[in-house]
């Protein structure tokens, strides 16, 4: 079954840690994206990817970095976190430009 | 610049109607709208493109006013499933962006 996943789905860590967010797909999308999403608040684009080799960073200022060496891979990589970085990062693909985008489900982080 | 939504919330009781909207500053080449349950990830409704369509996906449809860069979601008779909190996304020259997002309960 095609789908999209994160790892992991929830994460406490320290300040000052290095981590990295995992996000597959196996729908075989070129697309792929990283938002930022406080509770109930918007989503914010913060990385996407058009294929592989490409990234870009999104409207909102990020401190973390992606990588995109494989279709199916796009992971998240924060080099130090902070308190500032606790939110919610939802990872999604899509088939093609202006198409509808497809959600993991999210992973939950927590800086302390 | 991001859509706005209105209204920011809806409290409604199951069999009622609603309209959500979203509003751009800029021309549109598309809207998306997208439903989040409350800790799930946000799912695709349907996507309307430029041309002024109109959309359906169940009780649920919408419509999209390309001159004036808005679009509406239609809520008919309500069921609880549809309680979550509903975004646009809005695509011009440039990736989407989404909105502020509406929220919506509804009620037995």
């Known amino acids: 079954e095609a789908d999209i996943y994160q790892t992991p789905r929830y994460l406490v860590i320290g300040t000052g840690k290095k981590i990295t967010l995992e996000c597959s797909q196996t729908m075989g999308h070129d697309k792929m994206y990283w938002y930022q999403q406080d509770p109930g608040m918007e989503l914010h684009l913060i990385h996407y990817s058009y294929g592989v080799n490409s990234t870009e960073k999104g409207d909102l200022s990020s401190e973390s970095t992606v990588s995109r060496i494989r279709t199916e891979h796009f992971p998240l990589t924060l080099e130090s976190a902070r308190p500032s970085h606790t939110s919610q990062y939802l990872c999604?693909?899509?088939?093609?430009?202006?198409?509808?985008?497809?959600f993991g489900p999210g992973t939950r982080l927590t800086v302390l | 610049q991001q859509p706005v939504q209105s209204p920011q919330a809806v409290i409604l009781r199951e069999g009622e109607d609603a309209v959500i909207n979203c509003s751009s500053s800029k021309a549109l080449y598309s809207v998306h709208w997208y439903r989040q349950k409350h800790g799930e990830a946000p799912v695709f409704l349907m996507i309307l493109l430029k041309g002024g369509e109109q959309k359906g996906h169940d009780k649920i449809s919408a419509s999209f006013n390309e001159k004036k860069q808005q679009s509406s979601l239609y809520l008919t008779a309500s069921q609880l499933s549809y309680s979550g909190t509903y975004f646009c996304g809005t695509e011009g020259n440039d990736k989407l962006i989404f909105g502020t997002g509406t929220r919506l309960q509804v009620f037995p």
């Open positions: 999604a693909s899509s088939a093609r430009d202006r198409g509808p985008q497809f």
